[in-house]
């Protein structure tokens, strides 16, 4: 009949390249980009960037940006915006120097602590958001103001510190080599080849699978390149890593939560439903989705998050002052907008999040070995920023 | 008679999709042109072309205008001339007043200053050449859909319009309303002004329409002149499907068992204003395979009786009793509702049907995520599987089940929605408005559907404002006014006039 040829005539650009490319093209120019900007600021500081110290420090630098921006992301996805994360994160490192440094609490029940906390907190600021349709934007600048100030008060204005060493090991500390590598910590070499190898095996089941069902489009040249880059990246890395002082605990921390966000986003039913909600809120909600328990648990987590990130950056300062977290909200926010996600809710993706988190940690490190002012390395952030939002905005239009 | 427009091999193409292929149009002066054809065929597209939604360079083929060919960079430039189009969605703004929005972005200004004794004086003339009975500062949010399609069109005539295009103006109207916007487009016609008239309605078109074309898959494949000789319904639904169709309604026998879904001493009070109640203590049941209708005019009730029974979804202070199969559920939340074996198709489908920015299979899913995953994780190529067999059954137009919902067509849009509630499994689908805005093949495709649930010992209710809808395919019809049910009839009792007798008599008693 006339419909169905009509719709079985279909895109035959199927394994197309340009095809592809067009569908894919956010994607893999987010990738691209981060790429240009390394390989300029590894040419501008003379190879400074990619030197394992450097590269160690980045990671180290930026763990907390990134780790806030994947509940950043969901909160945005939702329809949302966090603003007080920063205030968030600072108040609880403050939090966590009162109780180890002044009152002696074991650094693993004041860790609970502070993440509980951070949880509560969140769940204080969804409540409004959720149950009372309080815009968000609100909710979170009045929390902005209430956090930053009980931090000041929590620590009466002074720095706090330093933390008690086994807890300075959540941001300063590597994973121990079982090998006793002098040159080369080869625990942390293996565990970056297992992992590099773990994800060409997941993408090539990924495509069998996909080819079975006849619904892979991607080419197949793409498909090799791209896993090669990726495992060499992940090898080459690696491999730095672990000519300096291997692995970094918090680069695996990090590294676990991407993998857990990236799985809860595509695959299950409450990233499903979180990406429903921000789409459009009503429809959701009259396909039975709770619309505003999930609202509420997006800021549950991402109070959490920022918990985590709090007691990260403390534990790298060795201190707690009062100042710690300020402007933290933009670069996380501004993260995930240079990732894609859009403004409107209900799209966005956790890979685009930490992507744009790395772009901006790149650019912040790469300038500060150039010397820049952080006066006009602020000026230059802002402008990527529009930039990258400007480019997805034409993309879509055209 | 010379032709006021022309449209010569207009192809426009989306990524992936050819939506028109060479298609030619051409209207004469002061006539009234319908467009027909299946829902995705391409009118809408056709008429964004000619607009300038769609600017010169992102088709090919040209327009002449009045002689001469014309280039359109934006709407701006089309409505210039005199061509103003009436989208399919409205696009008033809802919390302006009627004289706001009829001169939203041609206000009467000088010097950027307002001159309100101005606009109030046009609005009240435009609004008496409409036939619209309403204070030029009345907000549009306050008055129904019928009144709203009349300020569009008085916003059109603000504007000095020579071409009027409306795409399916009538798709949410009620007969008198359309009838009214029928004859206003008669006069329209006696003035001078020539209009495109898409429609999904045949029998307005037989009615008003001076010259037919029919668009099928993106091409034109006729042009009918009904002037020259009357053109029955049948030879234009050949056109537009390409076959024969026998029968409006597929054939069924009825066979009707237990009540399943009971609703007792039921009453809502209305969103905003808990004092008023909107639904006044009715009973409603309906029985295993059982086709139930409720008609009744715009703002009787129905949606909101619907949307109360789906989870309160609708209203507040709700009180009654649901019992689903003689035991009582619990309808406090959409979420029981659904496990309950409740589902309600939307009349808006745009709001509150689908998440636009998704694809077809994600949509498809939404409401029973459960049935493709496990432990919470989606199954993808489960998903994949259910999204492409409802395409299939449903005859879904789309390049594939990744295409994001935006971009279908209306009609297409609207199966979505329902596949979206069949893959719930629901024991008792409310539709409300199912077939709005939807093709006579596609009607017949989702009428066998209702059929097979019946057929399933499933109940199906089915809220429709198209009588012929209800008189064709339901068991027995309930006929709502103000919030109460004021008649009942059988399938084979009820008439077009028995109905309308019943809501007019009721009006009456009330007043
Ligand atoms: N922006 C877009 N991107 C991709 N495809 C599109 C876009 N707009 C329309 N289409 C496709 O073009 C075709 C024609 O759509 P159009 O809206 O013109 O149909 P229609 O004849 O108006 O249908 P209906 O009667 O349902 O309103 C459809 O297959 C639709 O999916
Ligand atoms: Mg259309």
Redesign the interface.
């Known amino acids: 009949m006339s419909n169905e040829a009509a719709a079985d005539k279909g895109p035959n650009a199927k394994k197309s390249y340009t095809g592809f490319l067009g569908n894919n093209l956010r994607d893999y120019g987010m990738m691209l980009s981060l790429f240009a900007i390394m390989i300029f600021f590894q040419i501008m500081t003379d190879g400074t960037l990619m030197r394992p110290v450097n590269l160690t420090n980045l990671v180290l630098q930026n763990s907390y940006i990134i780790i806030m921006a994947l509940g950043m992301l969901l909160v945005i996805v939702a329809g949302h915006i966090d603003l007080s994360v920063g205030s968030v994160a600072g108040f609880i490192g403050g939090l966590a120097a009162v109780m180890m440094v002044q009152y002696n609490v074991h650094f693993i029940p004041a860790t609970i602590i502070c993440l509980v906390a951070g949880g509560l907190i969140g769940a204080a600021q969804g409540y409004w958001i959720a149950f009372h349709k309080i815009p968000s934007f609100i909710v979170t600048l009045a929390g902005m103001l209430v956090f930053k100030g009980l931090t000041l008060a929590l620590l009466a204005g002074q720095s706090v510190g330093p933390f008690p060493q086994t807890f300075q090991k959540l941001s300063s500390g590597f994973i121990p080599d079982v090998f006793g590598g002098e040159t080369l910590r080869l625990t942390s070499m293996l565990i970056a080849a297992l992992l590099a190898a773990a994800l060409v095996i997941a993408n090539l089941r990924h495509r069998s699978n996909q080819q079975a069902h006849g619904v892979e489009d991607e080419p197949y040249a793409f498909f090799i390149g791209k896993n090669v880059v990726f495992a060499g990246a992940i090898l080459y890395i690696g491999y730095l890593m672990a000519t300096y002082r291997g692995l970094p605990n918090v680069l695996v921390v990090m590294f676990a939560l991407i993998l857990f966000y990236t799985f809860v986003t595509n695959r299950t039913t409450v990233g499903r439903r979180v990406y429903a909600l921000g789409g459009n809120e009503k429809a959701a909600r009259l396909s039975g989705i709770k619309t505003d328990r999930l609202t509420f648990f997006t800021f549950v987590n991402m109070g959490v998050l920022a918990a985590l990130a709090g007691l990260i950056f403390a534990a790298r300062l060795n201190t707690a002052t009062p100042k710690a977290g300020l402007g933290f909200e933009l670069d996380v926010i501004a993260a995930c907008f240079i990732g894609g996600a859009s403004a409107y809710g209900g799209v966005g993706k956790v890979m685009g999040a930490v992507i744009g988190a790395f772009i901006m940690g790149v650019m912040n490190n790469g300038m500060s070995i150039l010397g820049i002012g952080i006066d006009y390395q602020q000026v230059i952030k802002g402008l990527v920023l529009l930039a990258a939002v400007f480019i997805d905005v034409y993309h879509k239009n055209k | 008679m010379n032709a006021i427009l022309e449209m010569r091999g207009i192809t426009k193409t989306f990524?992936?999709?050819?939506a028109l292929e060479n298609v030619n149009l051409t209207v004469k002066a002061g006539e009234i042109h319908a467009i027909v054809g299946?829902n995705?065929a391409g009118k809408s597209t056709l008429m964004k072309v000619l607009s300038g939604v769609y600017p010169h360079g992102s088709y090919s083929g040209e327009i002449i205008y009045e002689g001469e060919e014309r280039r359109f960079a934006d709407i701006a430039d089309s409505e210039k001339i005199g061509i103003i189009i009436i989208h399919q969605e409205l696009a008033l703004v809802p919390l302006l007043s009627i004289a706001e929005n009829l001169f939203l972005g041609n206000e009467q200004a000088k010097h950027g200053i307002i001159d309100w004794n101005l606009a109030f004086r046009r609005t009240q003339e435009l609004l008496r050449k409409v036939g619209l009975k309403e204070s030029p500062n009345t907000l549009v949010t306050n008055i129904g859909v019928g009144k709203q399609q009349l300020v569009e069109i008085a916003k059109a005539l603000a504007k000095e319009v020579k071409l009027l295009i409306l795409d399916e103006p009538t798709a949410s109207l009620n007969e008198t309303d359309s009838d009214a916007l029928l004859d206003l487009l008669l006069e329209f016609k006696a003035h001078g002004i020539s209009s495109i008239l898409i429609s999904h309605k045949l029998n307005e078109i037989s009615k008003v329409a001076d010259t037919i074309t029919v668009i099928?898959?993106g091409s034109t494949v006729d042009t009918l002149d009904c002037r020259a000789e009357a053109i029955s319904e049948d030879r234009v639904i050949r056109a537009m499907?390409?076959?024969d169709m026998a029968h409006r309604f597929p054939k069924r026998t009825p066979d009707i068992g237990a009540p399943i879904l009971e609703v007792r001493d039921w009453v809502v009070h209305h969103q905003i204003h808990a004092e008023r109640r909107v639904i006044k203590n009715i009973n409603l049941t309906v029985h295993r395979g059982e086709v139930l209708g409720i008609a009744g005019l715009m703002g009787a009730g129905r949606t909101e009786f619907a949307m109360s029974v789906?989870?309160r979804?609708y209203g507040q202070r709700i009180s009654g009793k649901v019992l689903m199969d003689g035991r009582e559920i619990d309808v406090s939340?959409?979420?029981r509702?659904?496990d309950n074996g409740i589902a309600?198709v939307?009349e808006d489908r745009k709001?509150?049907?689908?998440?636009?920015?998704?694809d077809i299979k994600?949509n498809v899913t939404?409401?029973n995520?459960?049935g493709v995953?496990s432990g919470?994780?989606?199954d993808?190529?489960k998903e994949?599987?259910v999204a492409n067999s409802f395409?299939?059954k449903l005859?879904?137009?789309?390049?594939?089940v990744f295409q994001q919902t935006v971009n279908l067509s209306g009609g297409n849009q609207q199966k979505v929605v329902l596949s979206?509630w069949l893959f719930?499994q629901p024991k008792v689908l409310i539709l409300d408005e199912p077939t709005r805005g939807i093709d006579v093949?596609a009607k017949y495709e989702i009428y066998t559907i209702i059929n097979e649930l019946a057929a399933e010992g499933k109940a199906v209710v089915m809220i429709s404002s198209e009588m012929p809808e209800l008189l064709g395919m339901c068991d027995r019809i309930l006929v709502m006014n103000e919030g109460v049910f004021v008649a009942e009839f059988s399938g084979a009792e009820a008439t077009q006039e028995k109905i309308m007798r019943a809501i007019v008599k009721a009006g009456e008693r009330a007043a």
């Open positions: 990524p992936g999709v050819k299946e995705g099928r898959d499907v390409g076959r789906f989870g979804s939340t959409i979420g509702a659904v309600y939307t709001h509150y049907g689908l998440v636009l920015g998704e994600k939404l409401a995520l459960g995953s919470g994780v989606i993808d190529l994949l599987k395409r299939q005859r879904i137009r789309c390049s594939s979206k719930a093949g």
